[in-house]
């Protein structure tokens, strides 16, 4: 009987429905992330804070808090930096939470670096950091002088490099004969950041080094962090070489057409490249030469007239001058 009068119900309402007189029934509304809960709808986490200095840029070794804070249970944060995504944390915390990133994972390069945080039903928020620097490589080192004096001033004085990098240098430190030697940059960015290397000519007092020769370590570092190590022959040599003069005699004549000057030079310390010789007539510079000697026939047409006086020094490698050998002859 209960079954009949279903039927009889169900087909009035079919009848009634047919008529077109009605209107047909609104479709249900959409279900939203908060549906079927009580409470304020939901609402995505935020980045509170992204903790990276301004200085120095993040190196392989640089991580940084990002702090989120959320109502709900959060899900990921992922990073966009130079068009790639990582993925770096997943959590599930109420309130405020921690997630650490790796610079290393960000890749290299200067950039804007983007974050975002999104909670498990996919309700995302994000933040970005402008011109964001991570320096994954180490700096470049050139030597410029591997042999100098320790009793010179100047270059001849210097054991020098050039050191590069392609964001901003840190410091440069000399291991060599039991001793460090080190030189800081400055803590700040330099004005070709982003437009050239950071380049820089790096010289220690020979002085400092004393007498020595053997290998020696040089250790870049960059601001980052990043270190590279070269080692190099150094030779610190205090001992001036030698000069001979074989011709002219003292108190020659010379007249008419040429006369020849022979010298030589000997260094018995420092390096196996001779000395060069450095002729001088009548107060004038006129040659140097490649040792260990030289024969230099000299014009007398170029010669005033009475004493002339022929001087030859002899210098080494490092820079040490031998005691000047002179000759006064008349023409």
Same mark, same amino acid.
């Given at each position: ?9 169900l087909t ?15 479709p ?5 992330? #908060? ?56 959590a ?55 042999v100098?004096?320790?009793? /010179? ?6 054991i020098?490099?050039w050191?590069?990098? !392609? ?12 001793k /460090?030697?080190t ?15 950071? /380049?820089?000519?790096?010289a220690? !007092? ?12 040089? /250790? ?5 962090? #990043? ?8 030779v ?27 010298a ?50 002899a210098?080494?490698?490092?820079? #040490? ?11």
């Open positions: 009987m209960r079954a009949l009068s279903t039927l009889a119900l009035a309402a079919l009848l009634v429905g047919c008529g077109g007189d009605e209107p047909e029934p609104e249900a509304p959409a279900r939203t992330p #908060n549906a079927g809960r009580a409470g304020p709808p939901a609402e995505p986490p935020t980045i509170r804070a992204i903790e990276i200095p301004t200085f120095p840029p993040l190196g392989p070794a640089s991580r940084f808090d990002v702090v989120v804070d959320s109502r709900d249970a959060w899900a990921a944060l992922t990073a966009t930096f130079k068009n790639r995504v990582t993925a770096f944390a997943t599930s915390s109420n309130g405020r939470a921690r997630a650490a990133v790796r610079a290393r994972d960000l890749g290299e390069g200067q950039g804007t670096l983007v974050l975002e945080v999104c909670d498990l039903l996919n309700a995302c928020s994000a933040r970005a950091v402008e011109d964001l620097i991570v320096d994954l490589s180490p700096p470049e080192i050139e030597p410029e002088r591997l100098a004096s320790p009793k /010179v001033s100047g270059t001849a004085g210097q020098a490099f050191v590069a990098d !392609d964001w901003v240098l840190g410091d440069v430190r000399l291991e060599t004969f039991g /460090v030697l030189r800081d940059f400055p803590k700040a960015y330099p004005s070709t950041l982003g437009k050239a290397w950071d /380049v820089s000519r790096v220690f !007092d020979a002085s400092l080094l004393g007498e020595s020769s053997g290998v020696a370590s040089l /250790v870049a570092r960059d601001a980052a962090g #990043n270190e590279v190590r070269r080692s190099f022959q150094l610190v040599d205090g001992t001036p070489p030698t000069a001979t003069i074989t011709a002219p005699l003292e108190g020659a004549h010379v007249a008419g057409g040429t006369f020849a000057v022979r030589a030079a000997l260094d018995v310390g420092g390096t196996t490249t001779p000395p060069t010789l450095e002729l001088w007539i009548g107060g004038a510079r006129v040659a140097e030469l490649p040792g260990p000697a030289i024969d230099v026939d000299v014009d007398t047409a170029t010669l005033p007239p009475g004493p002339v006086e022929v001087r030859v020094l210098r080494d490698e490092a820079g #040490n001058e031998s005691a000047p050998i002179v000759r006064t002859i008349t023409h």
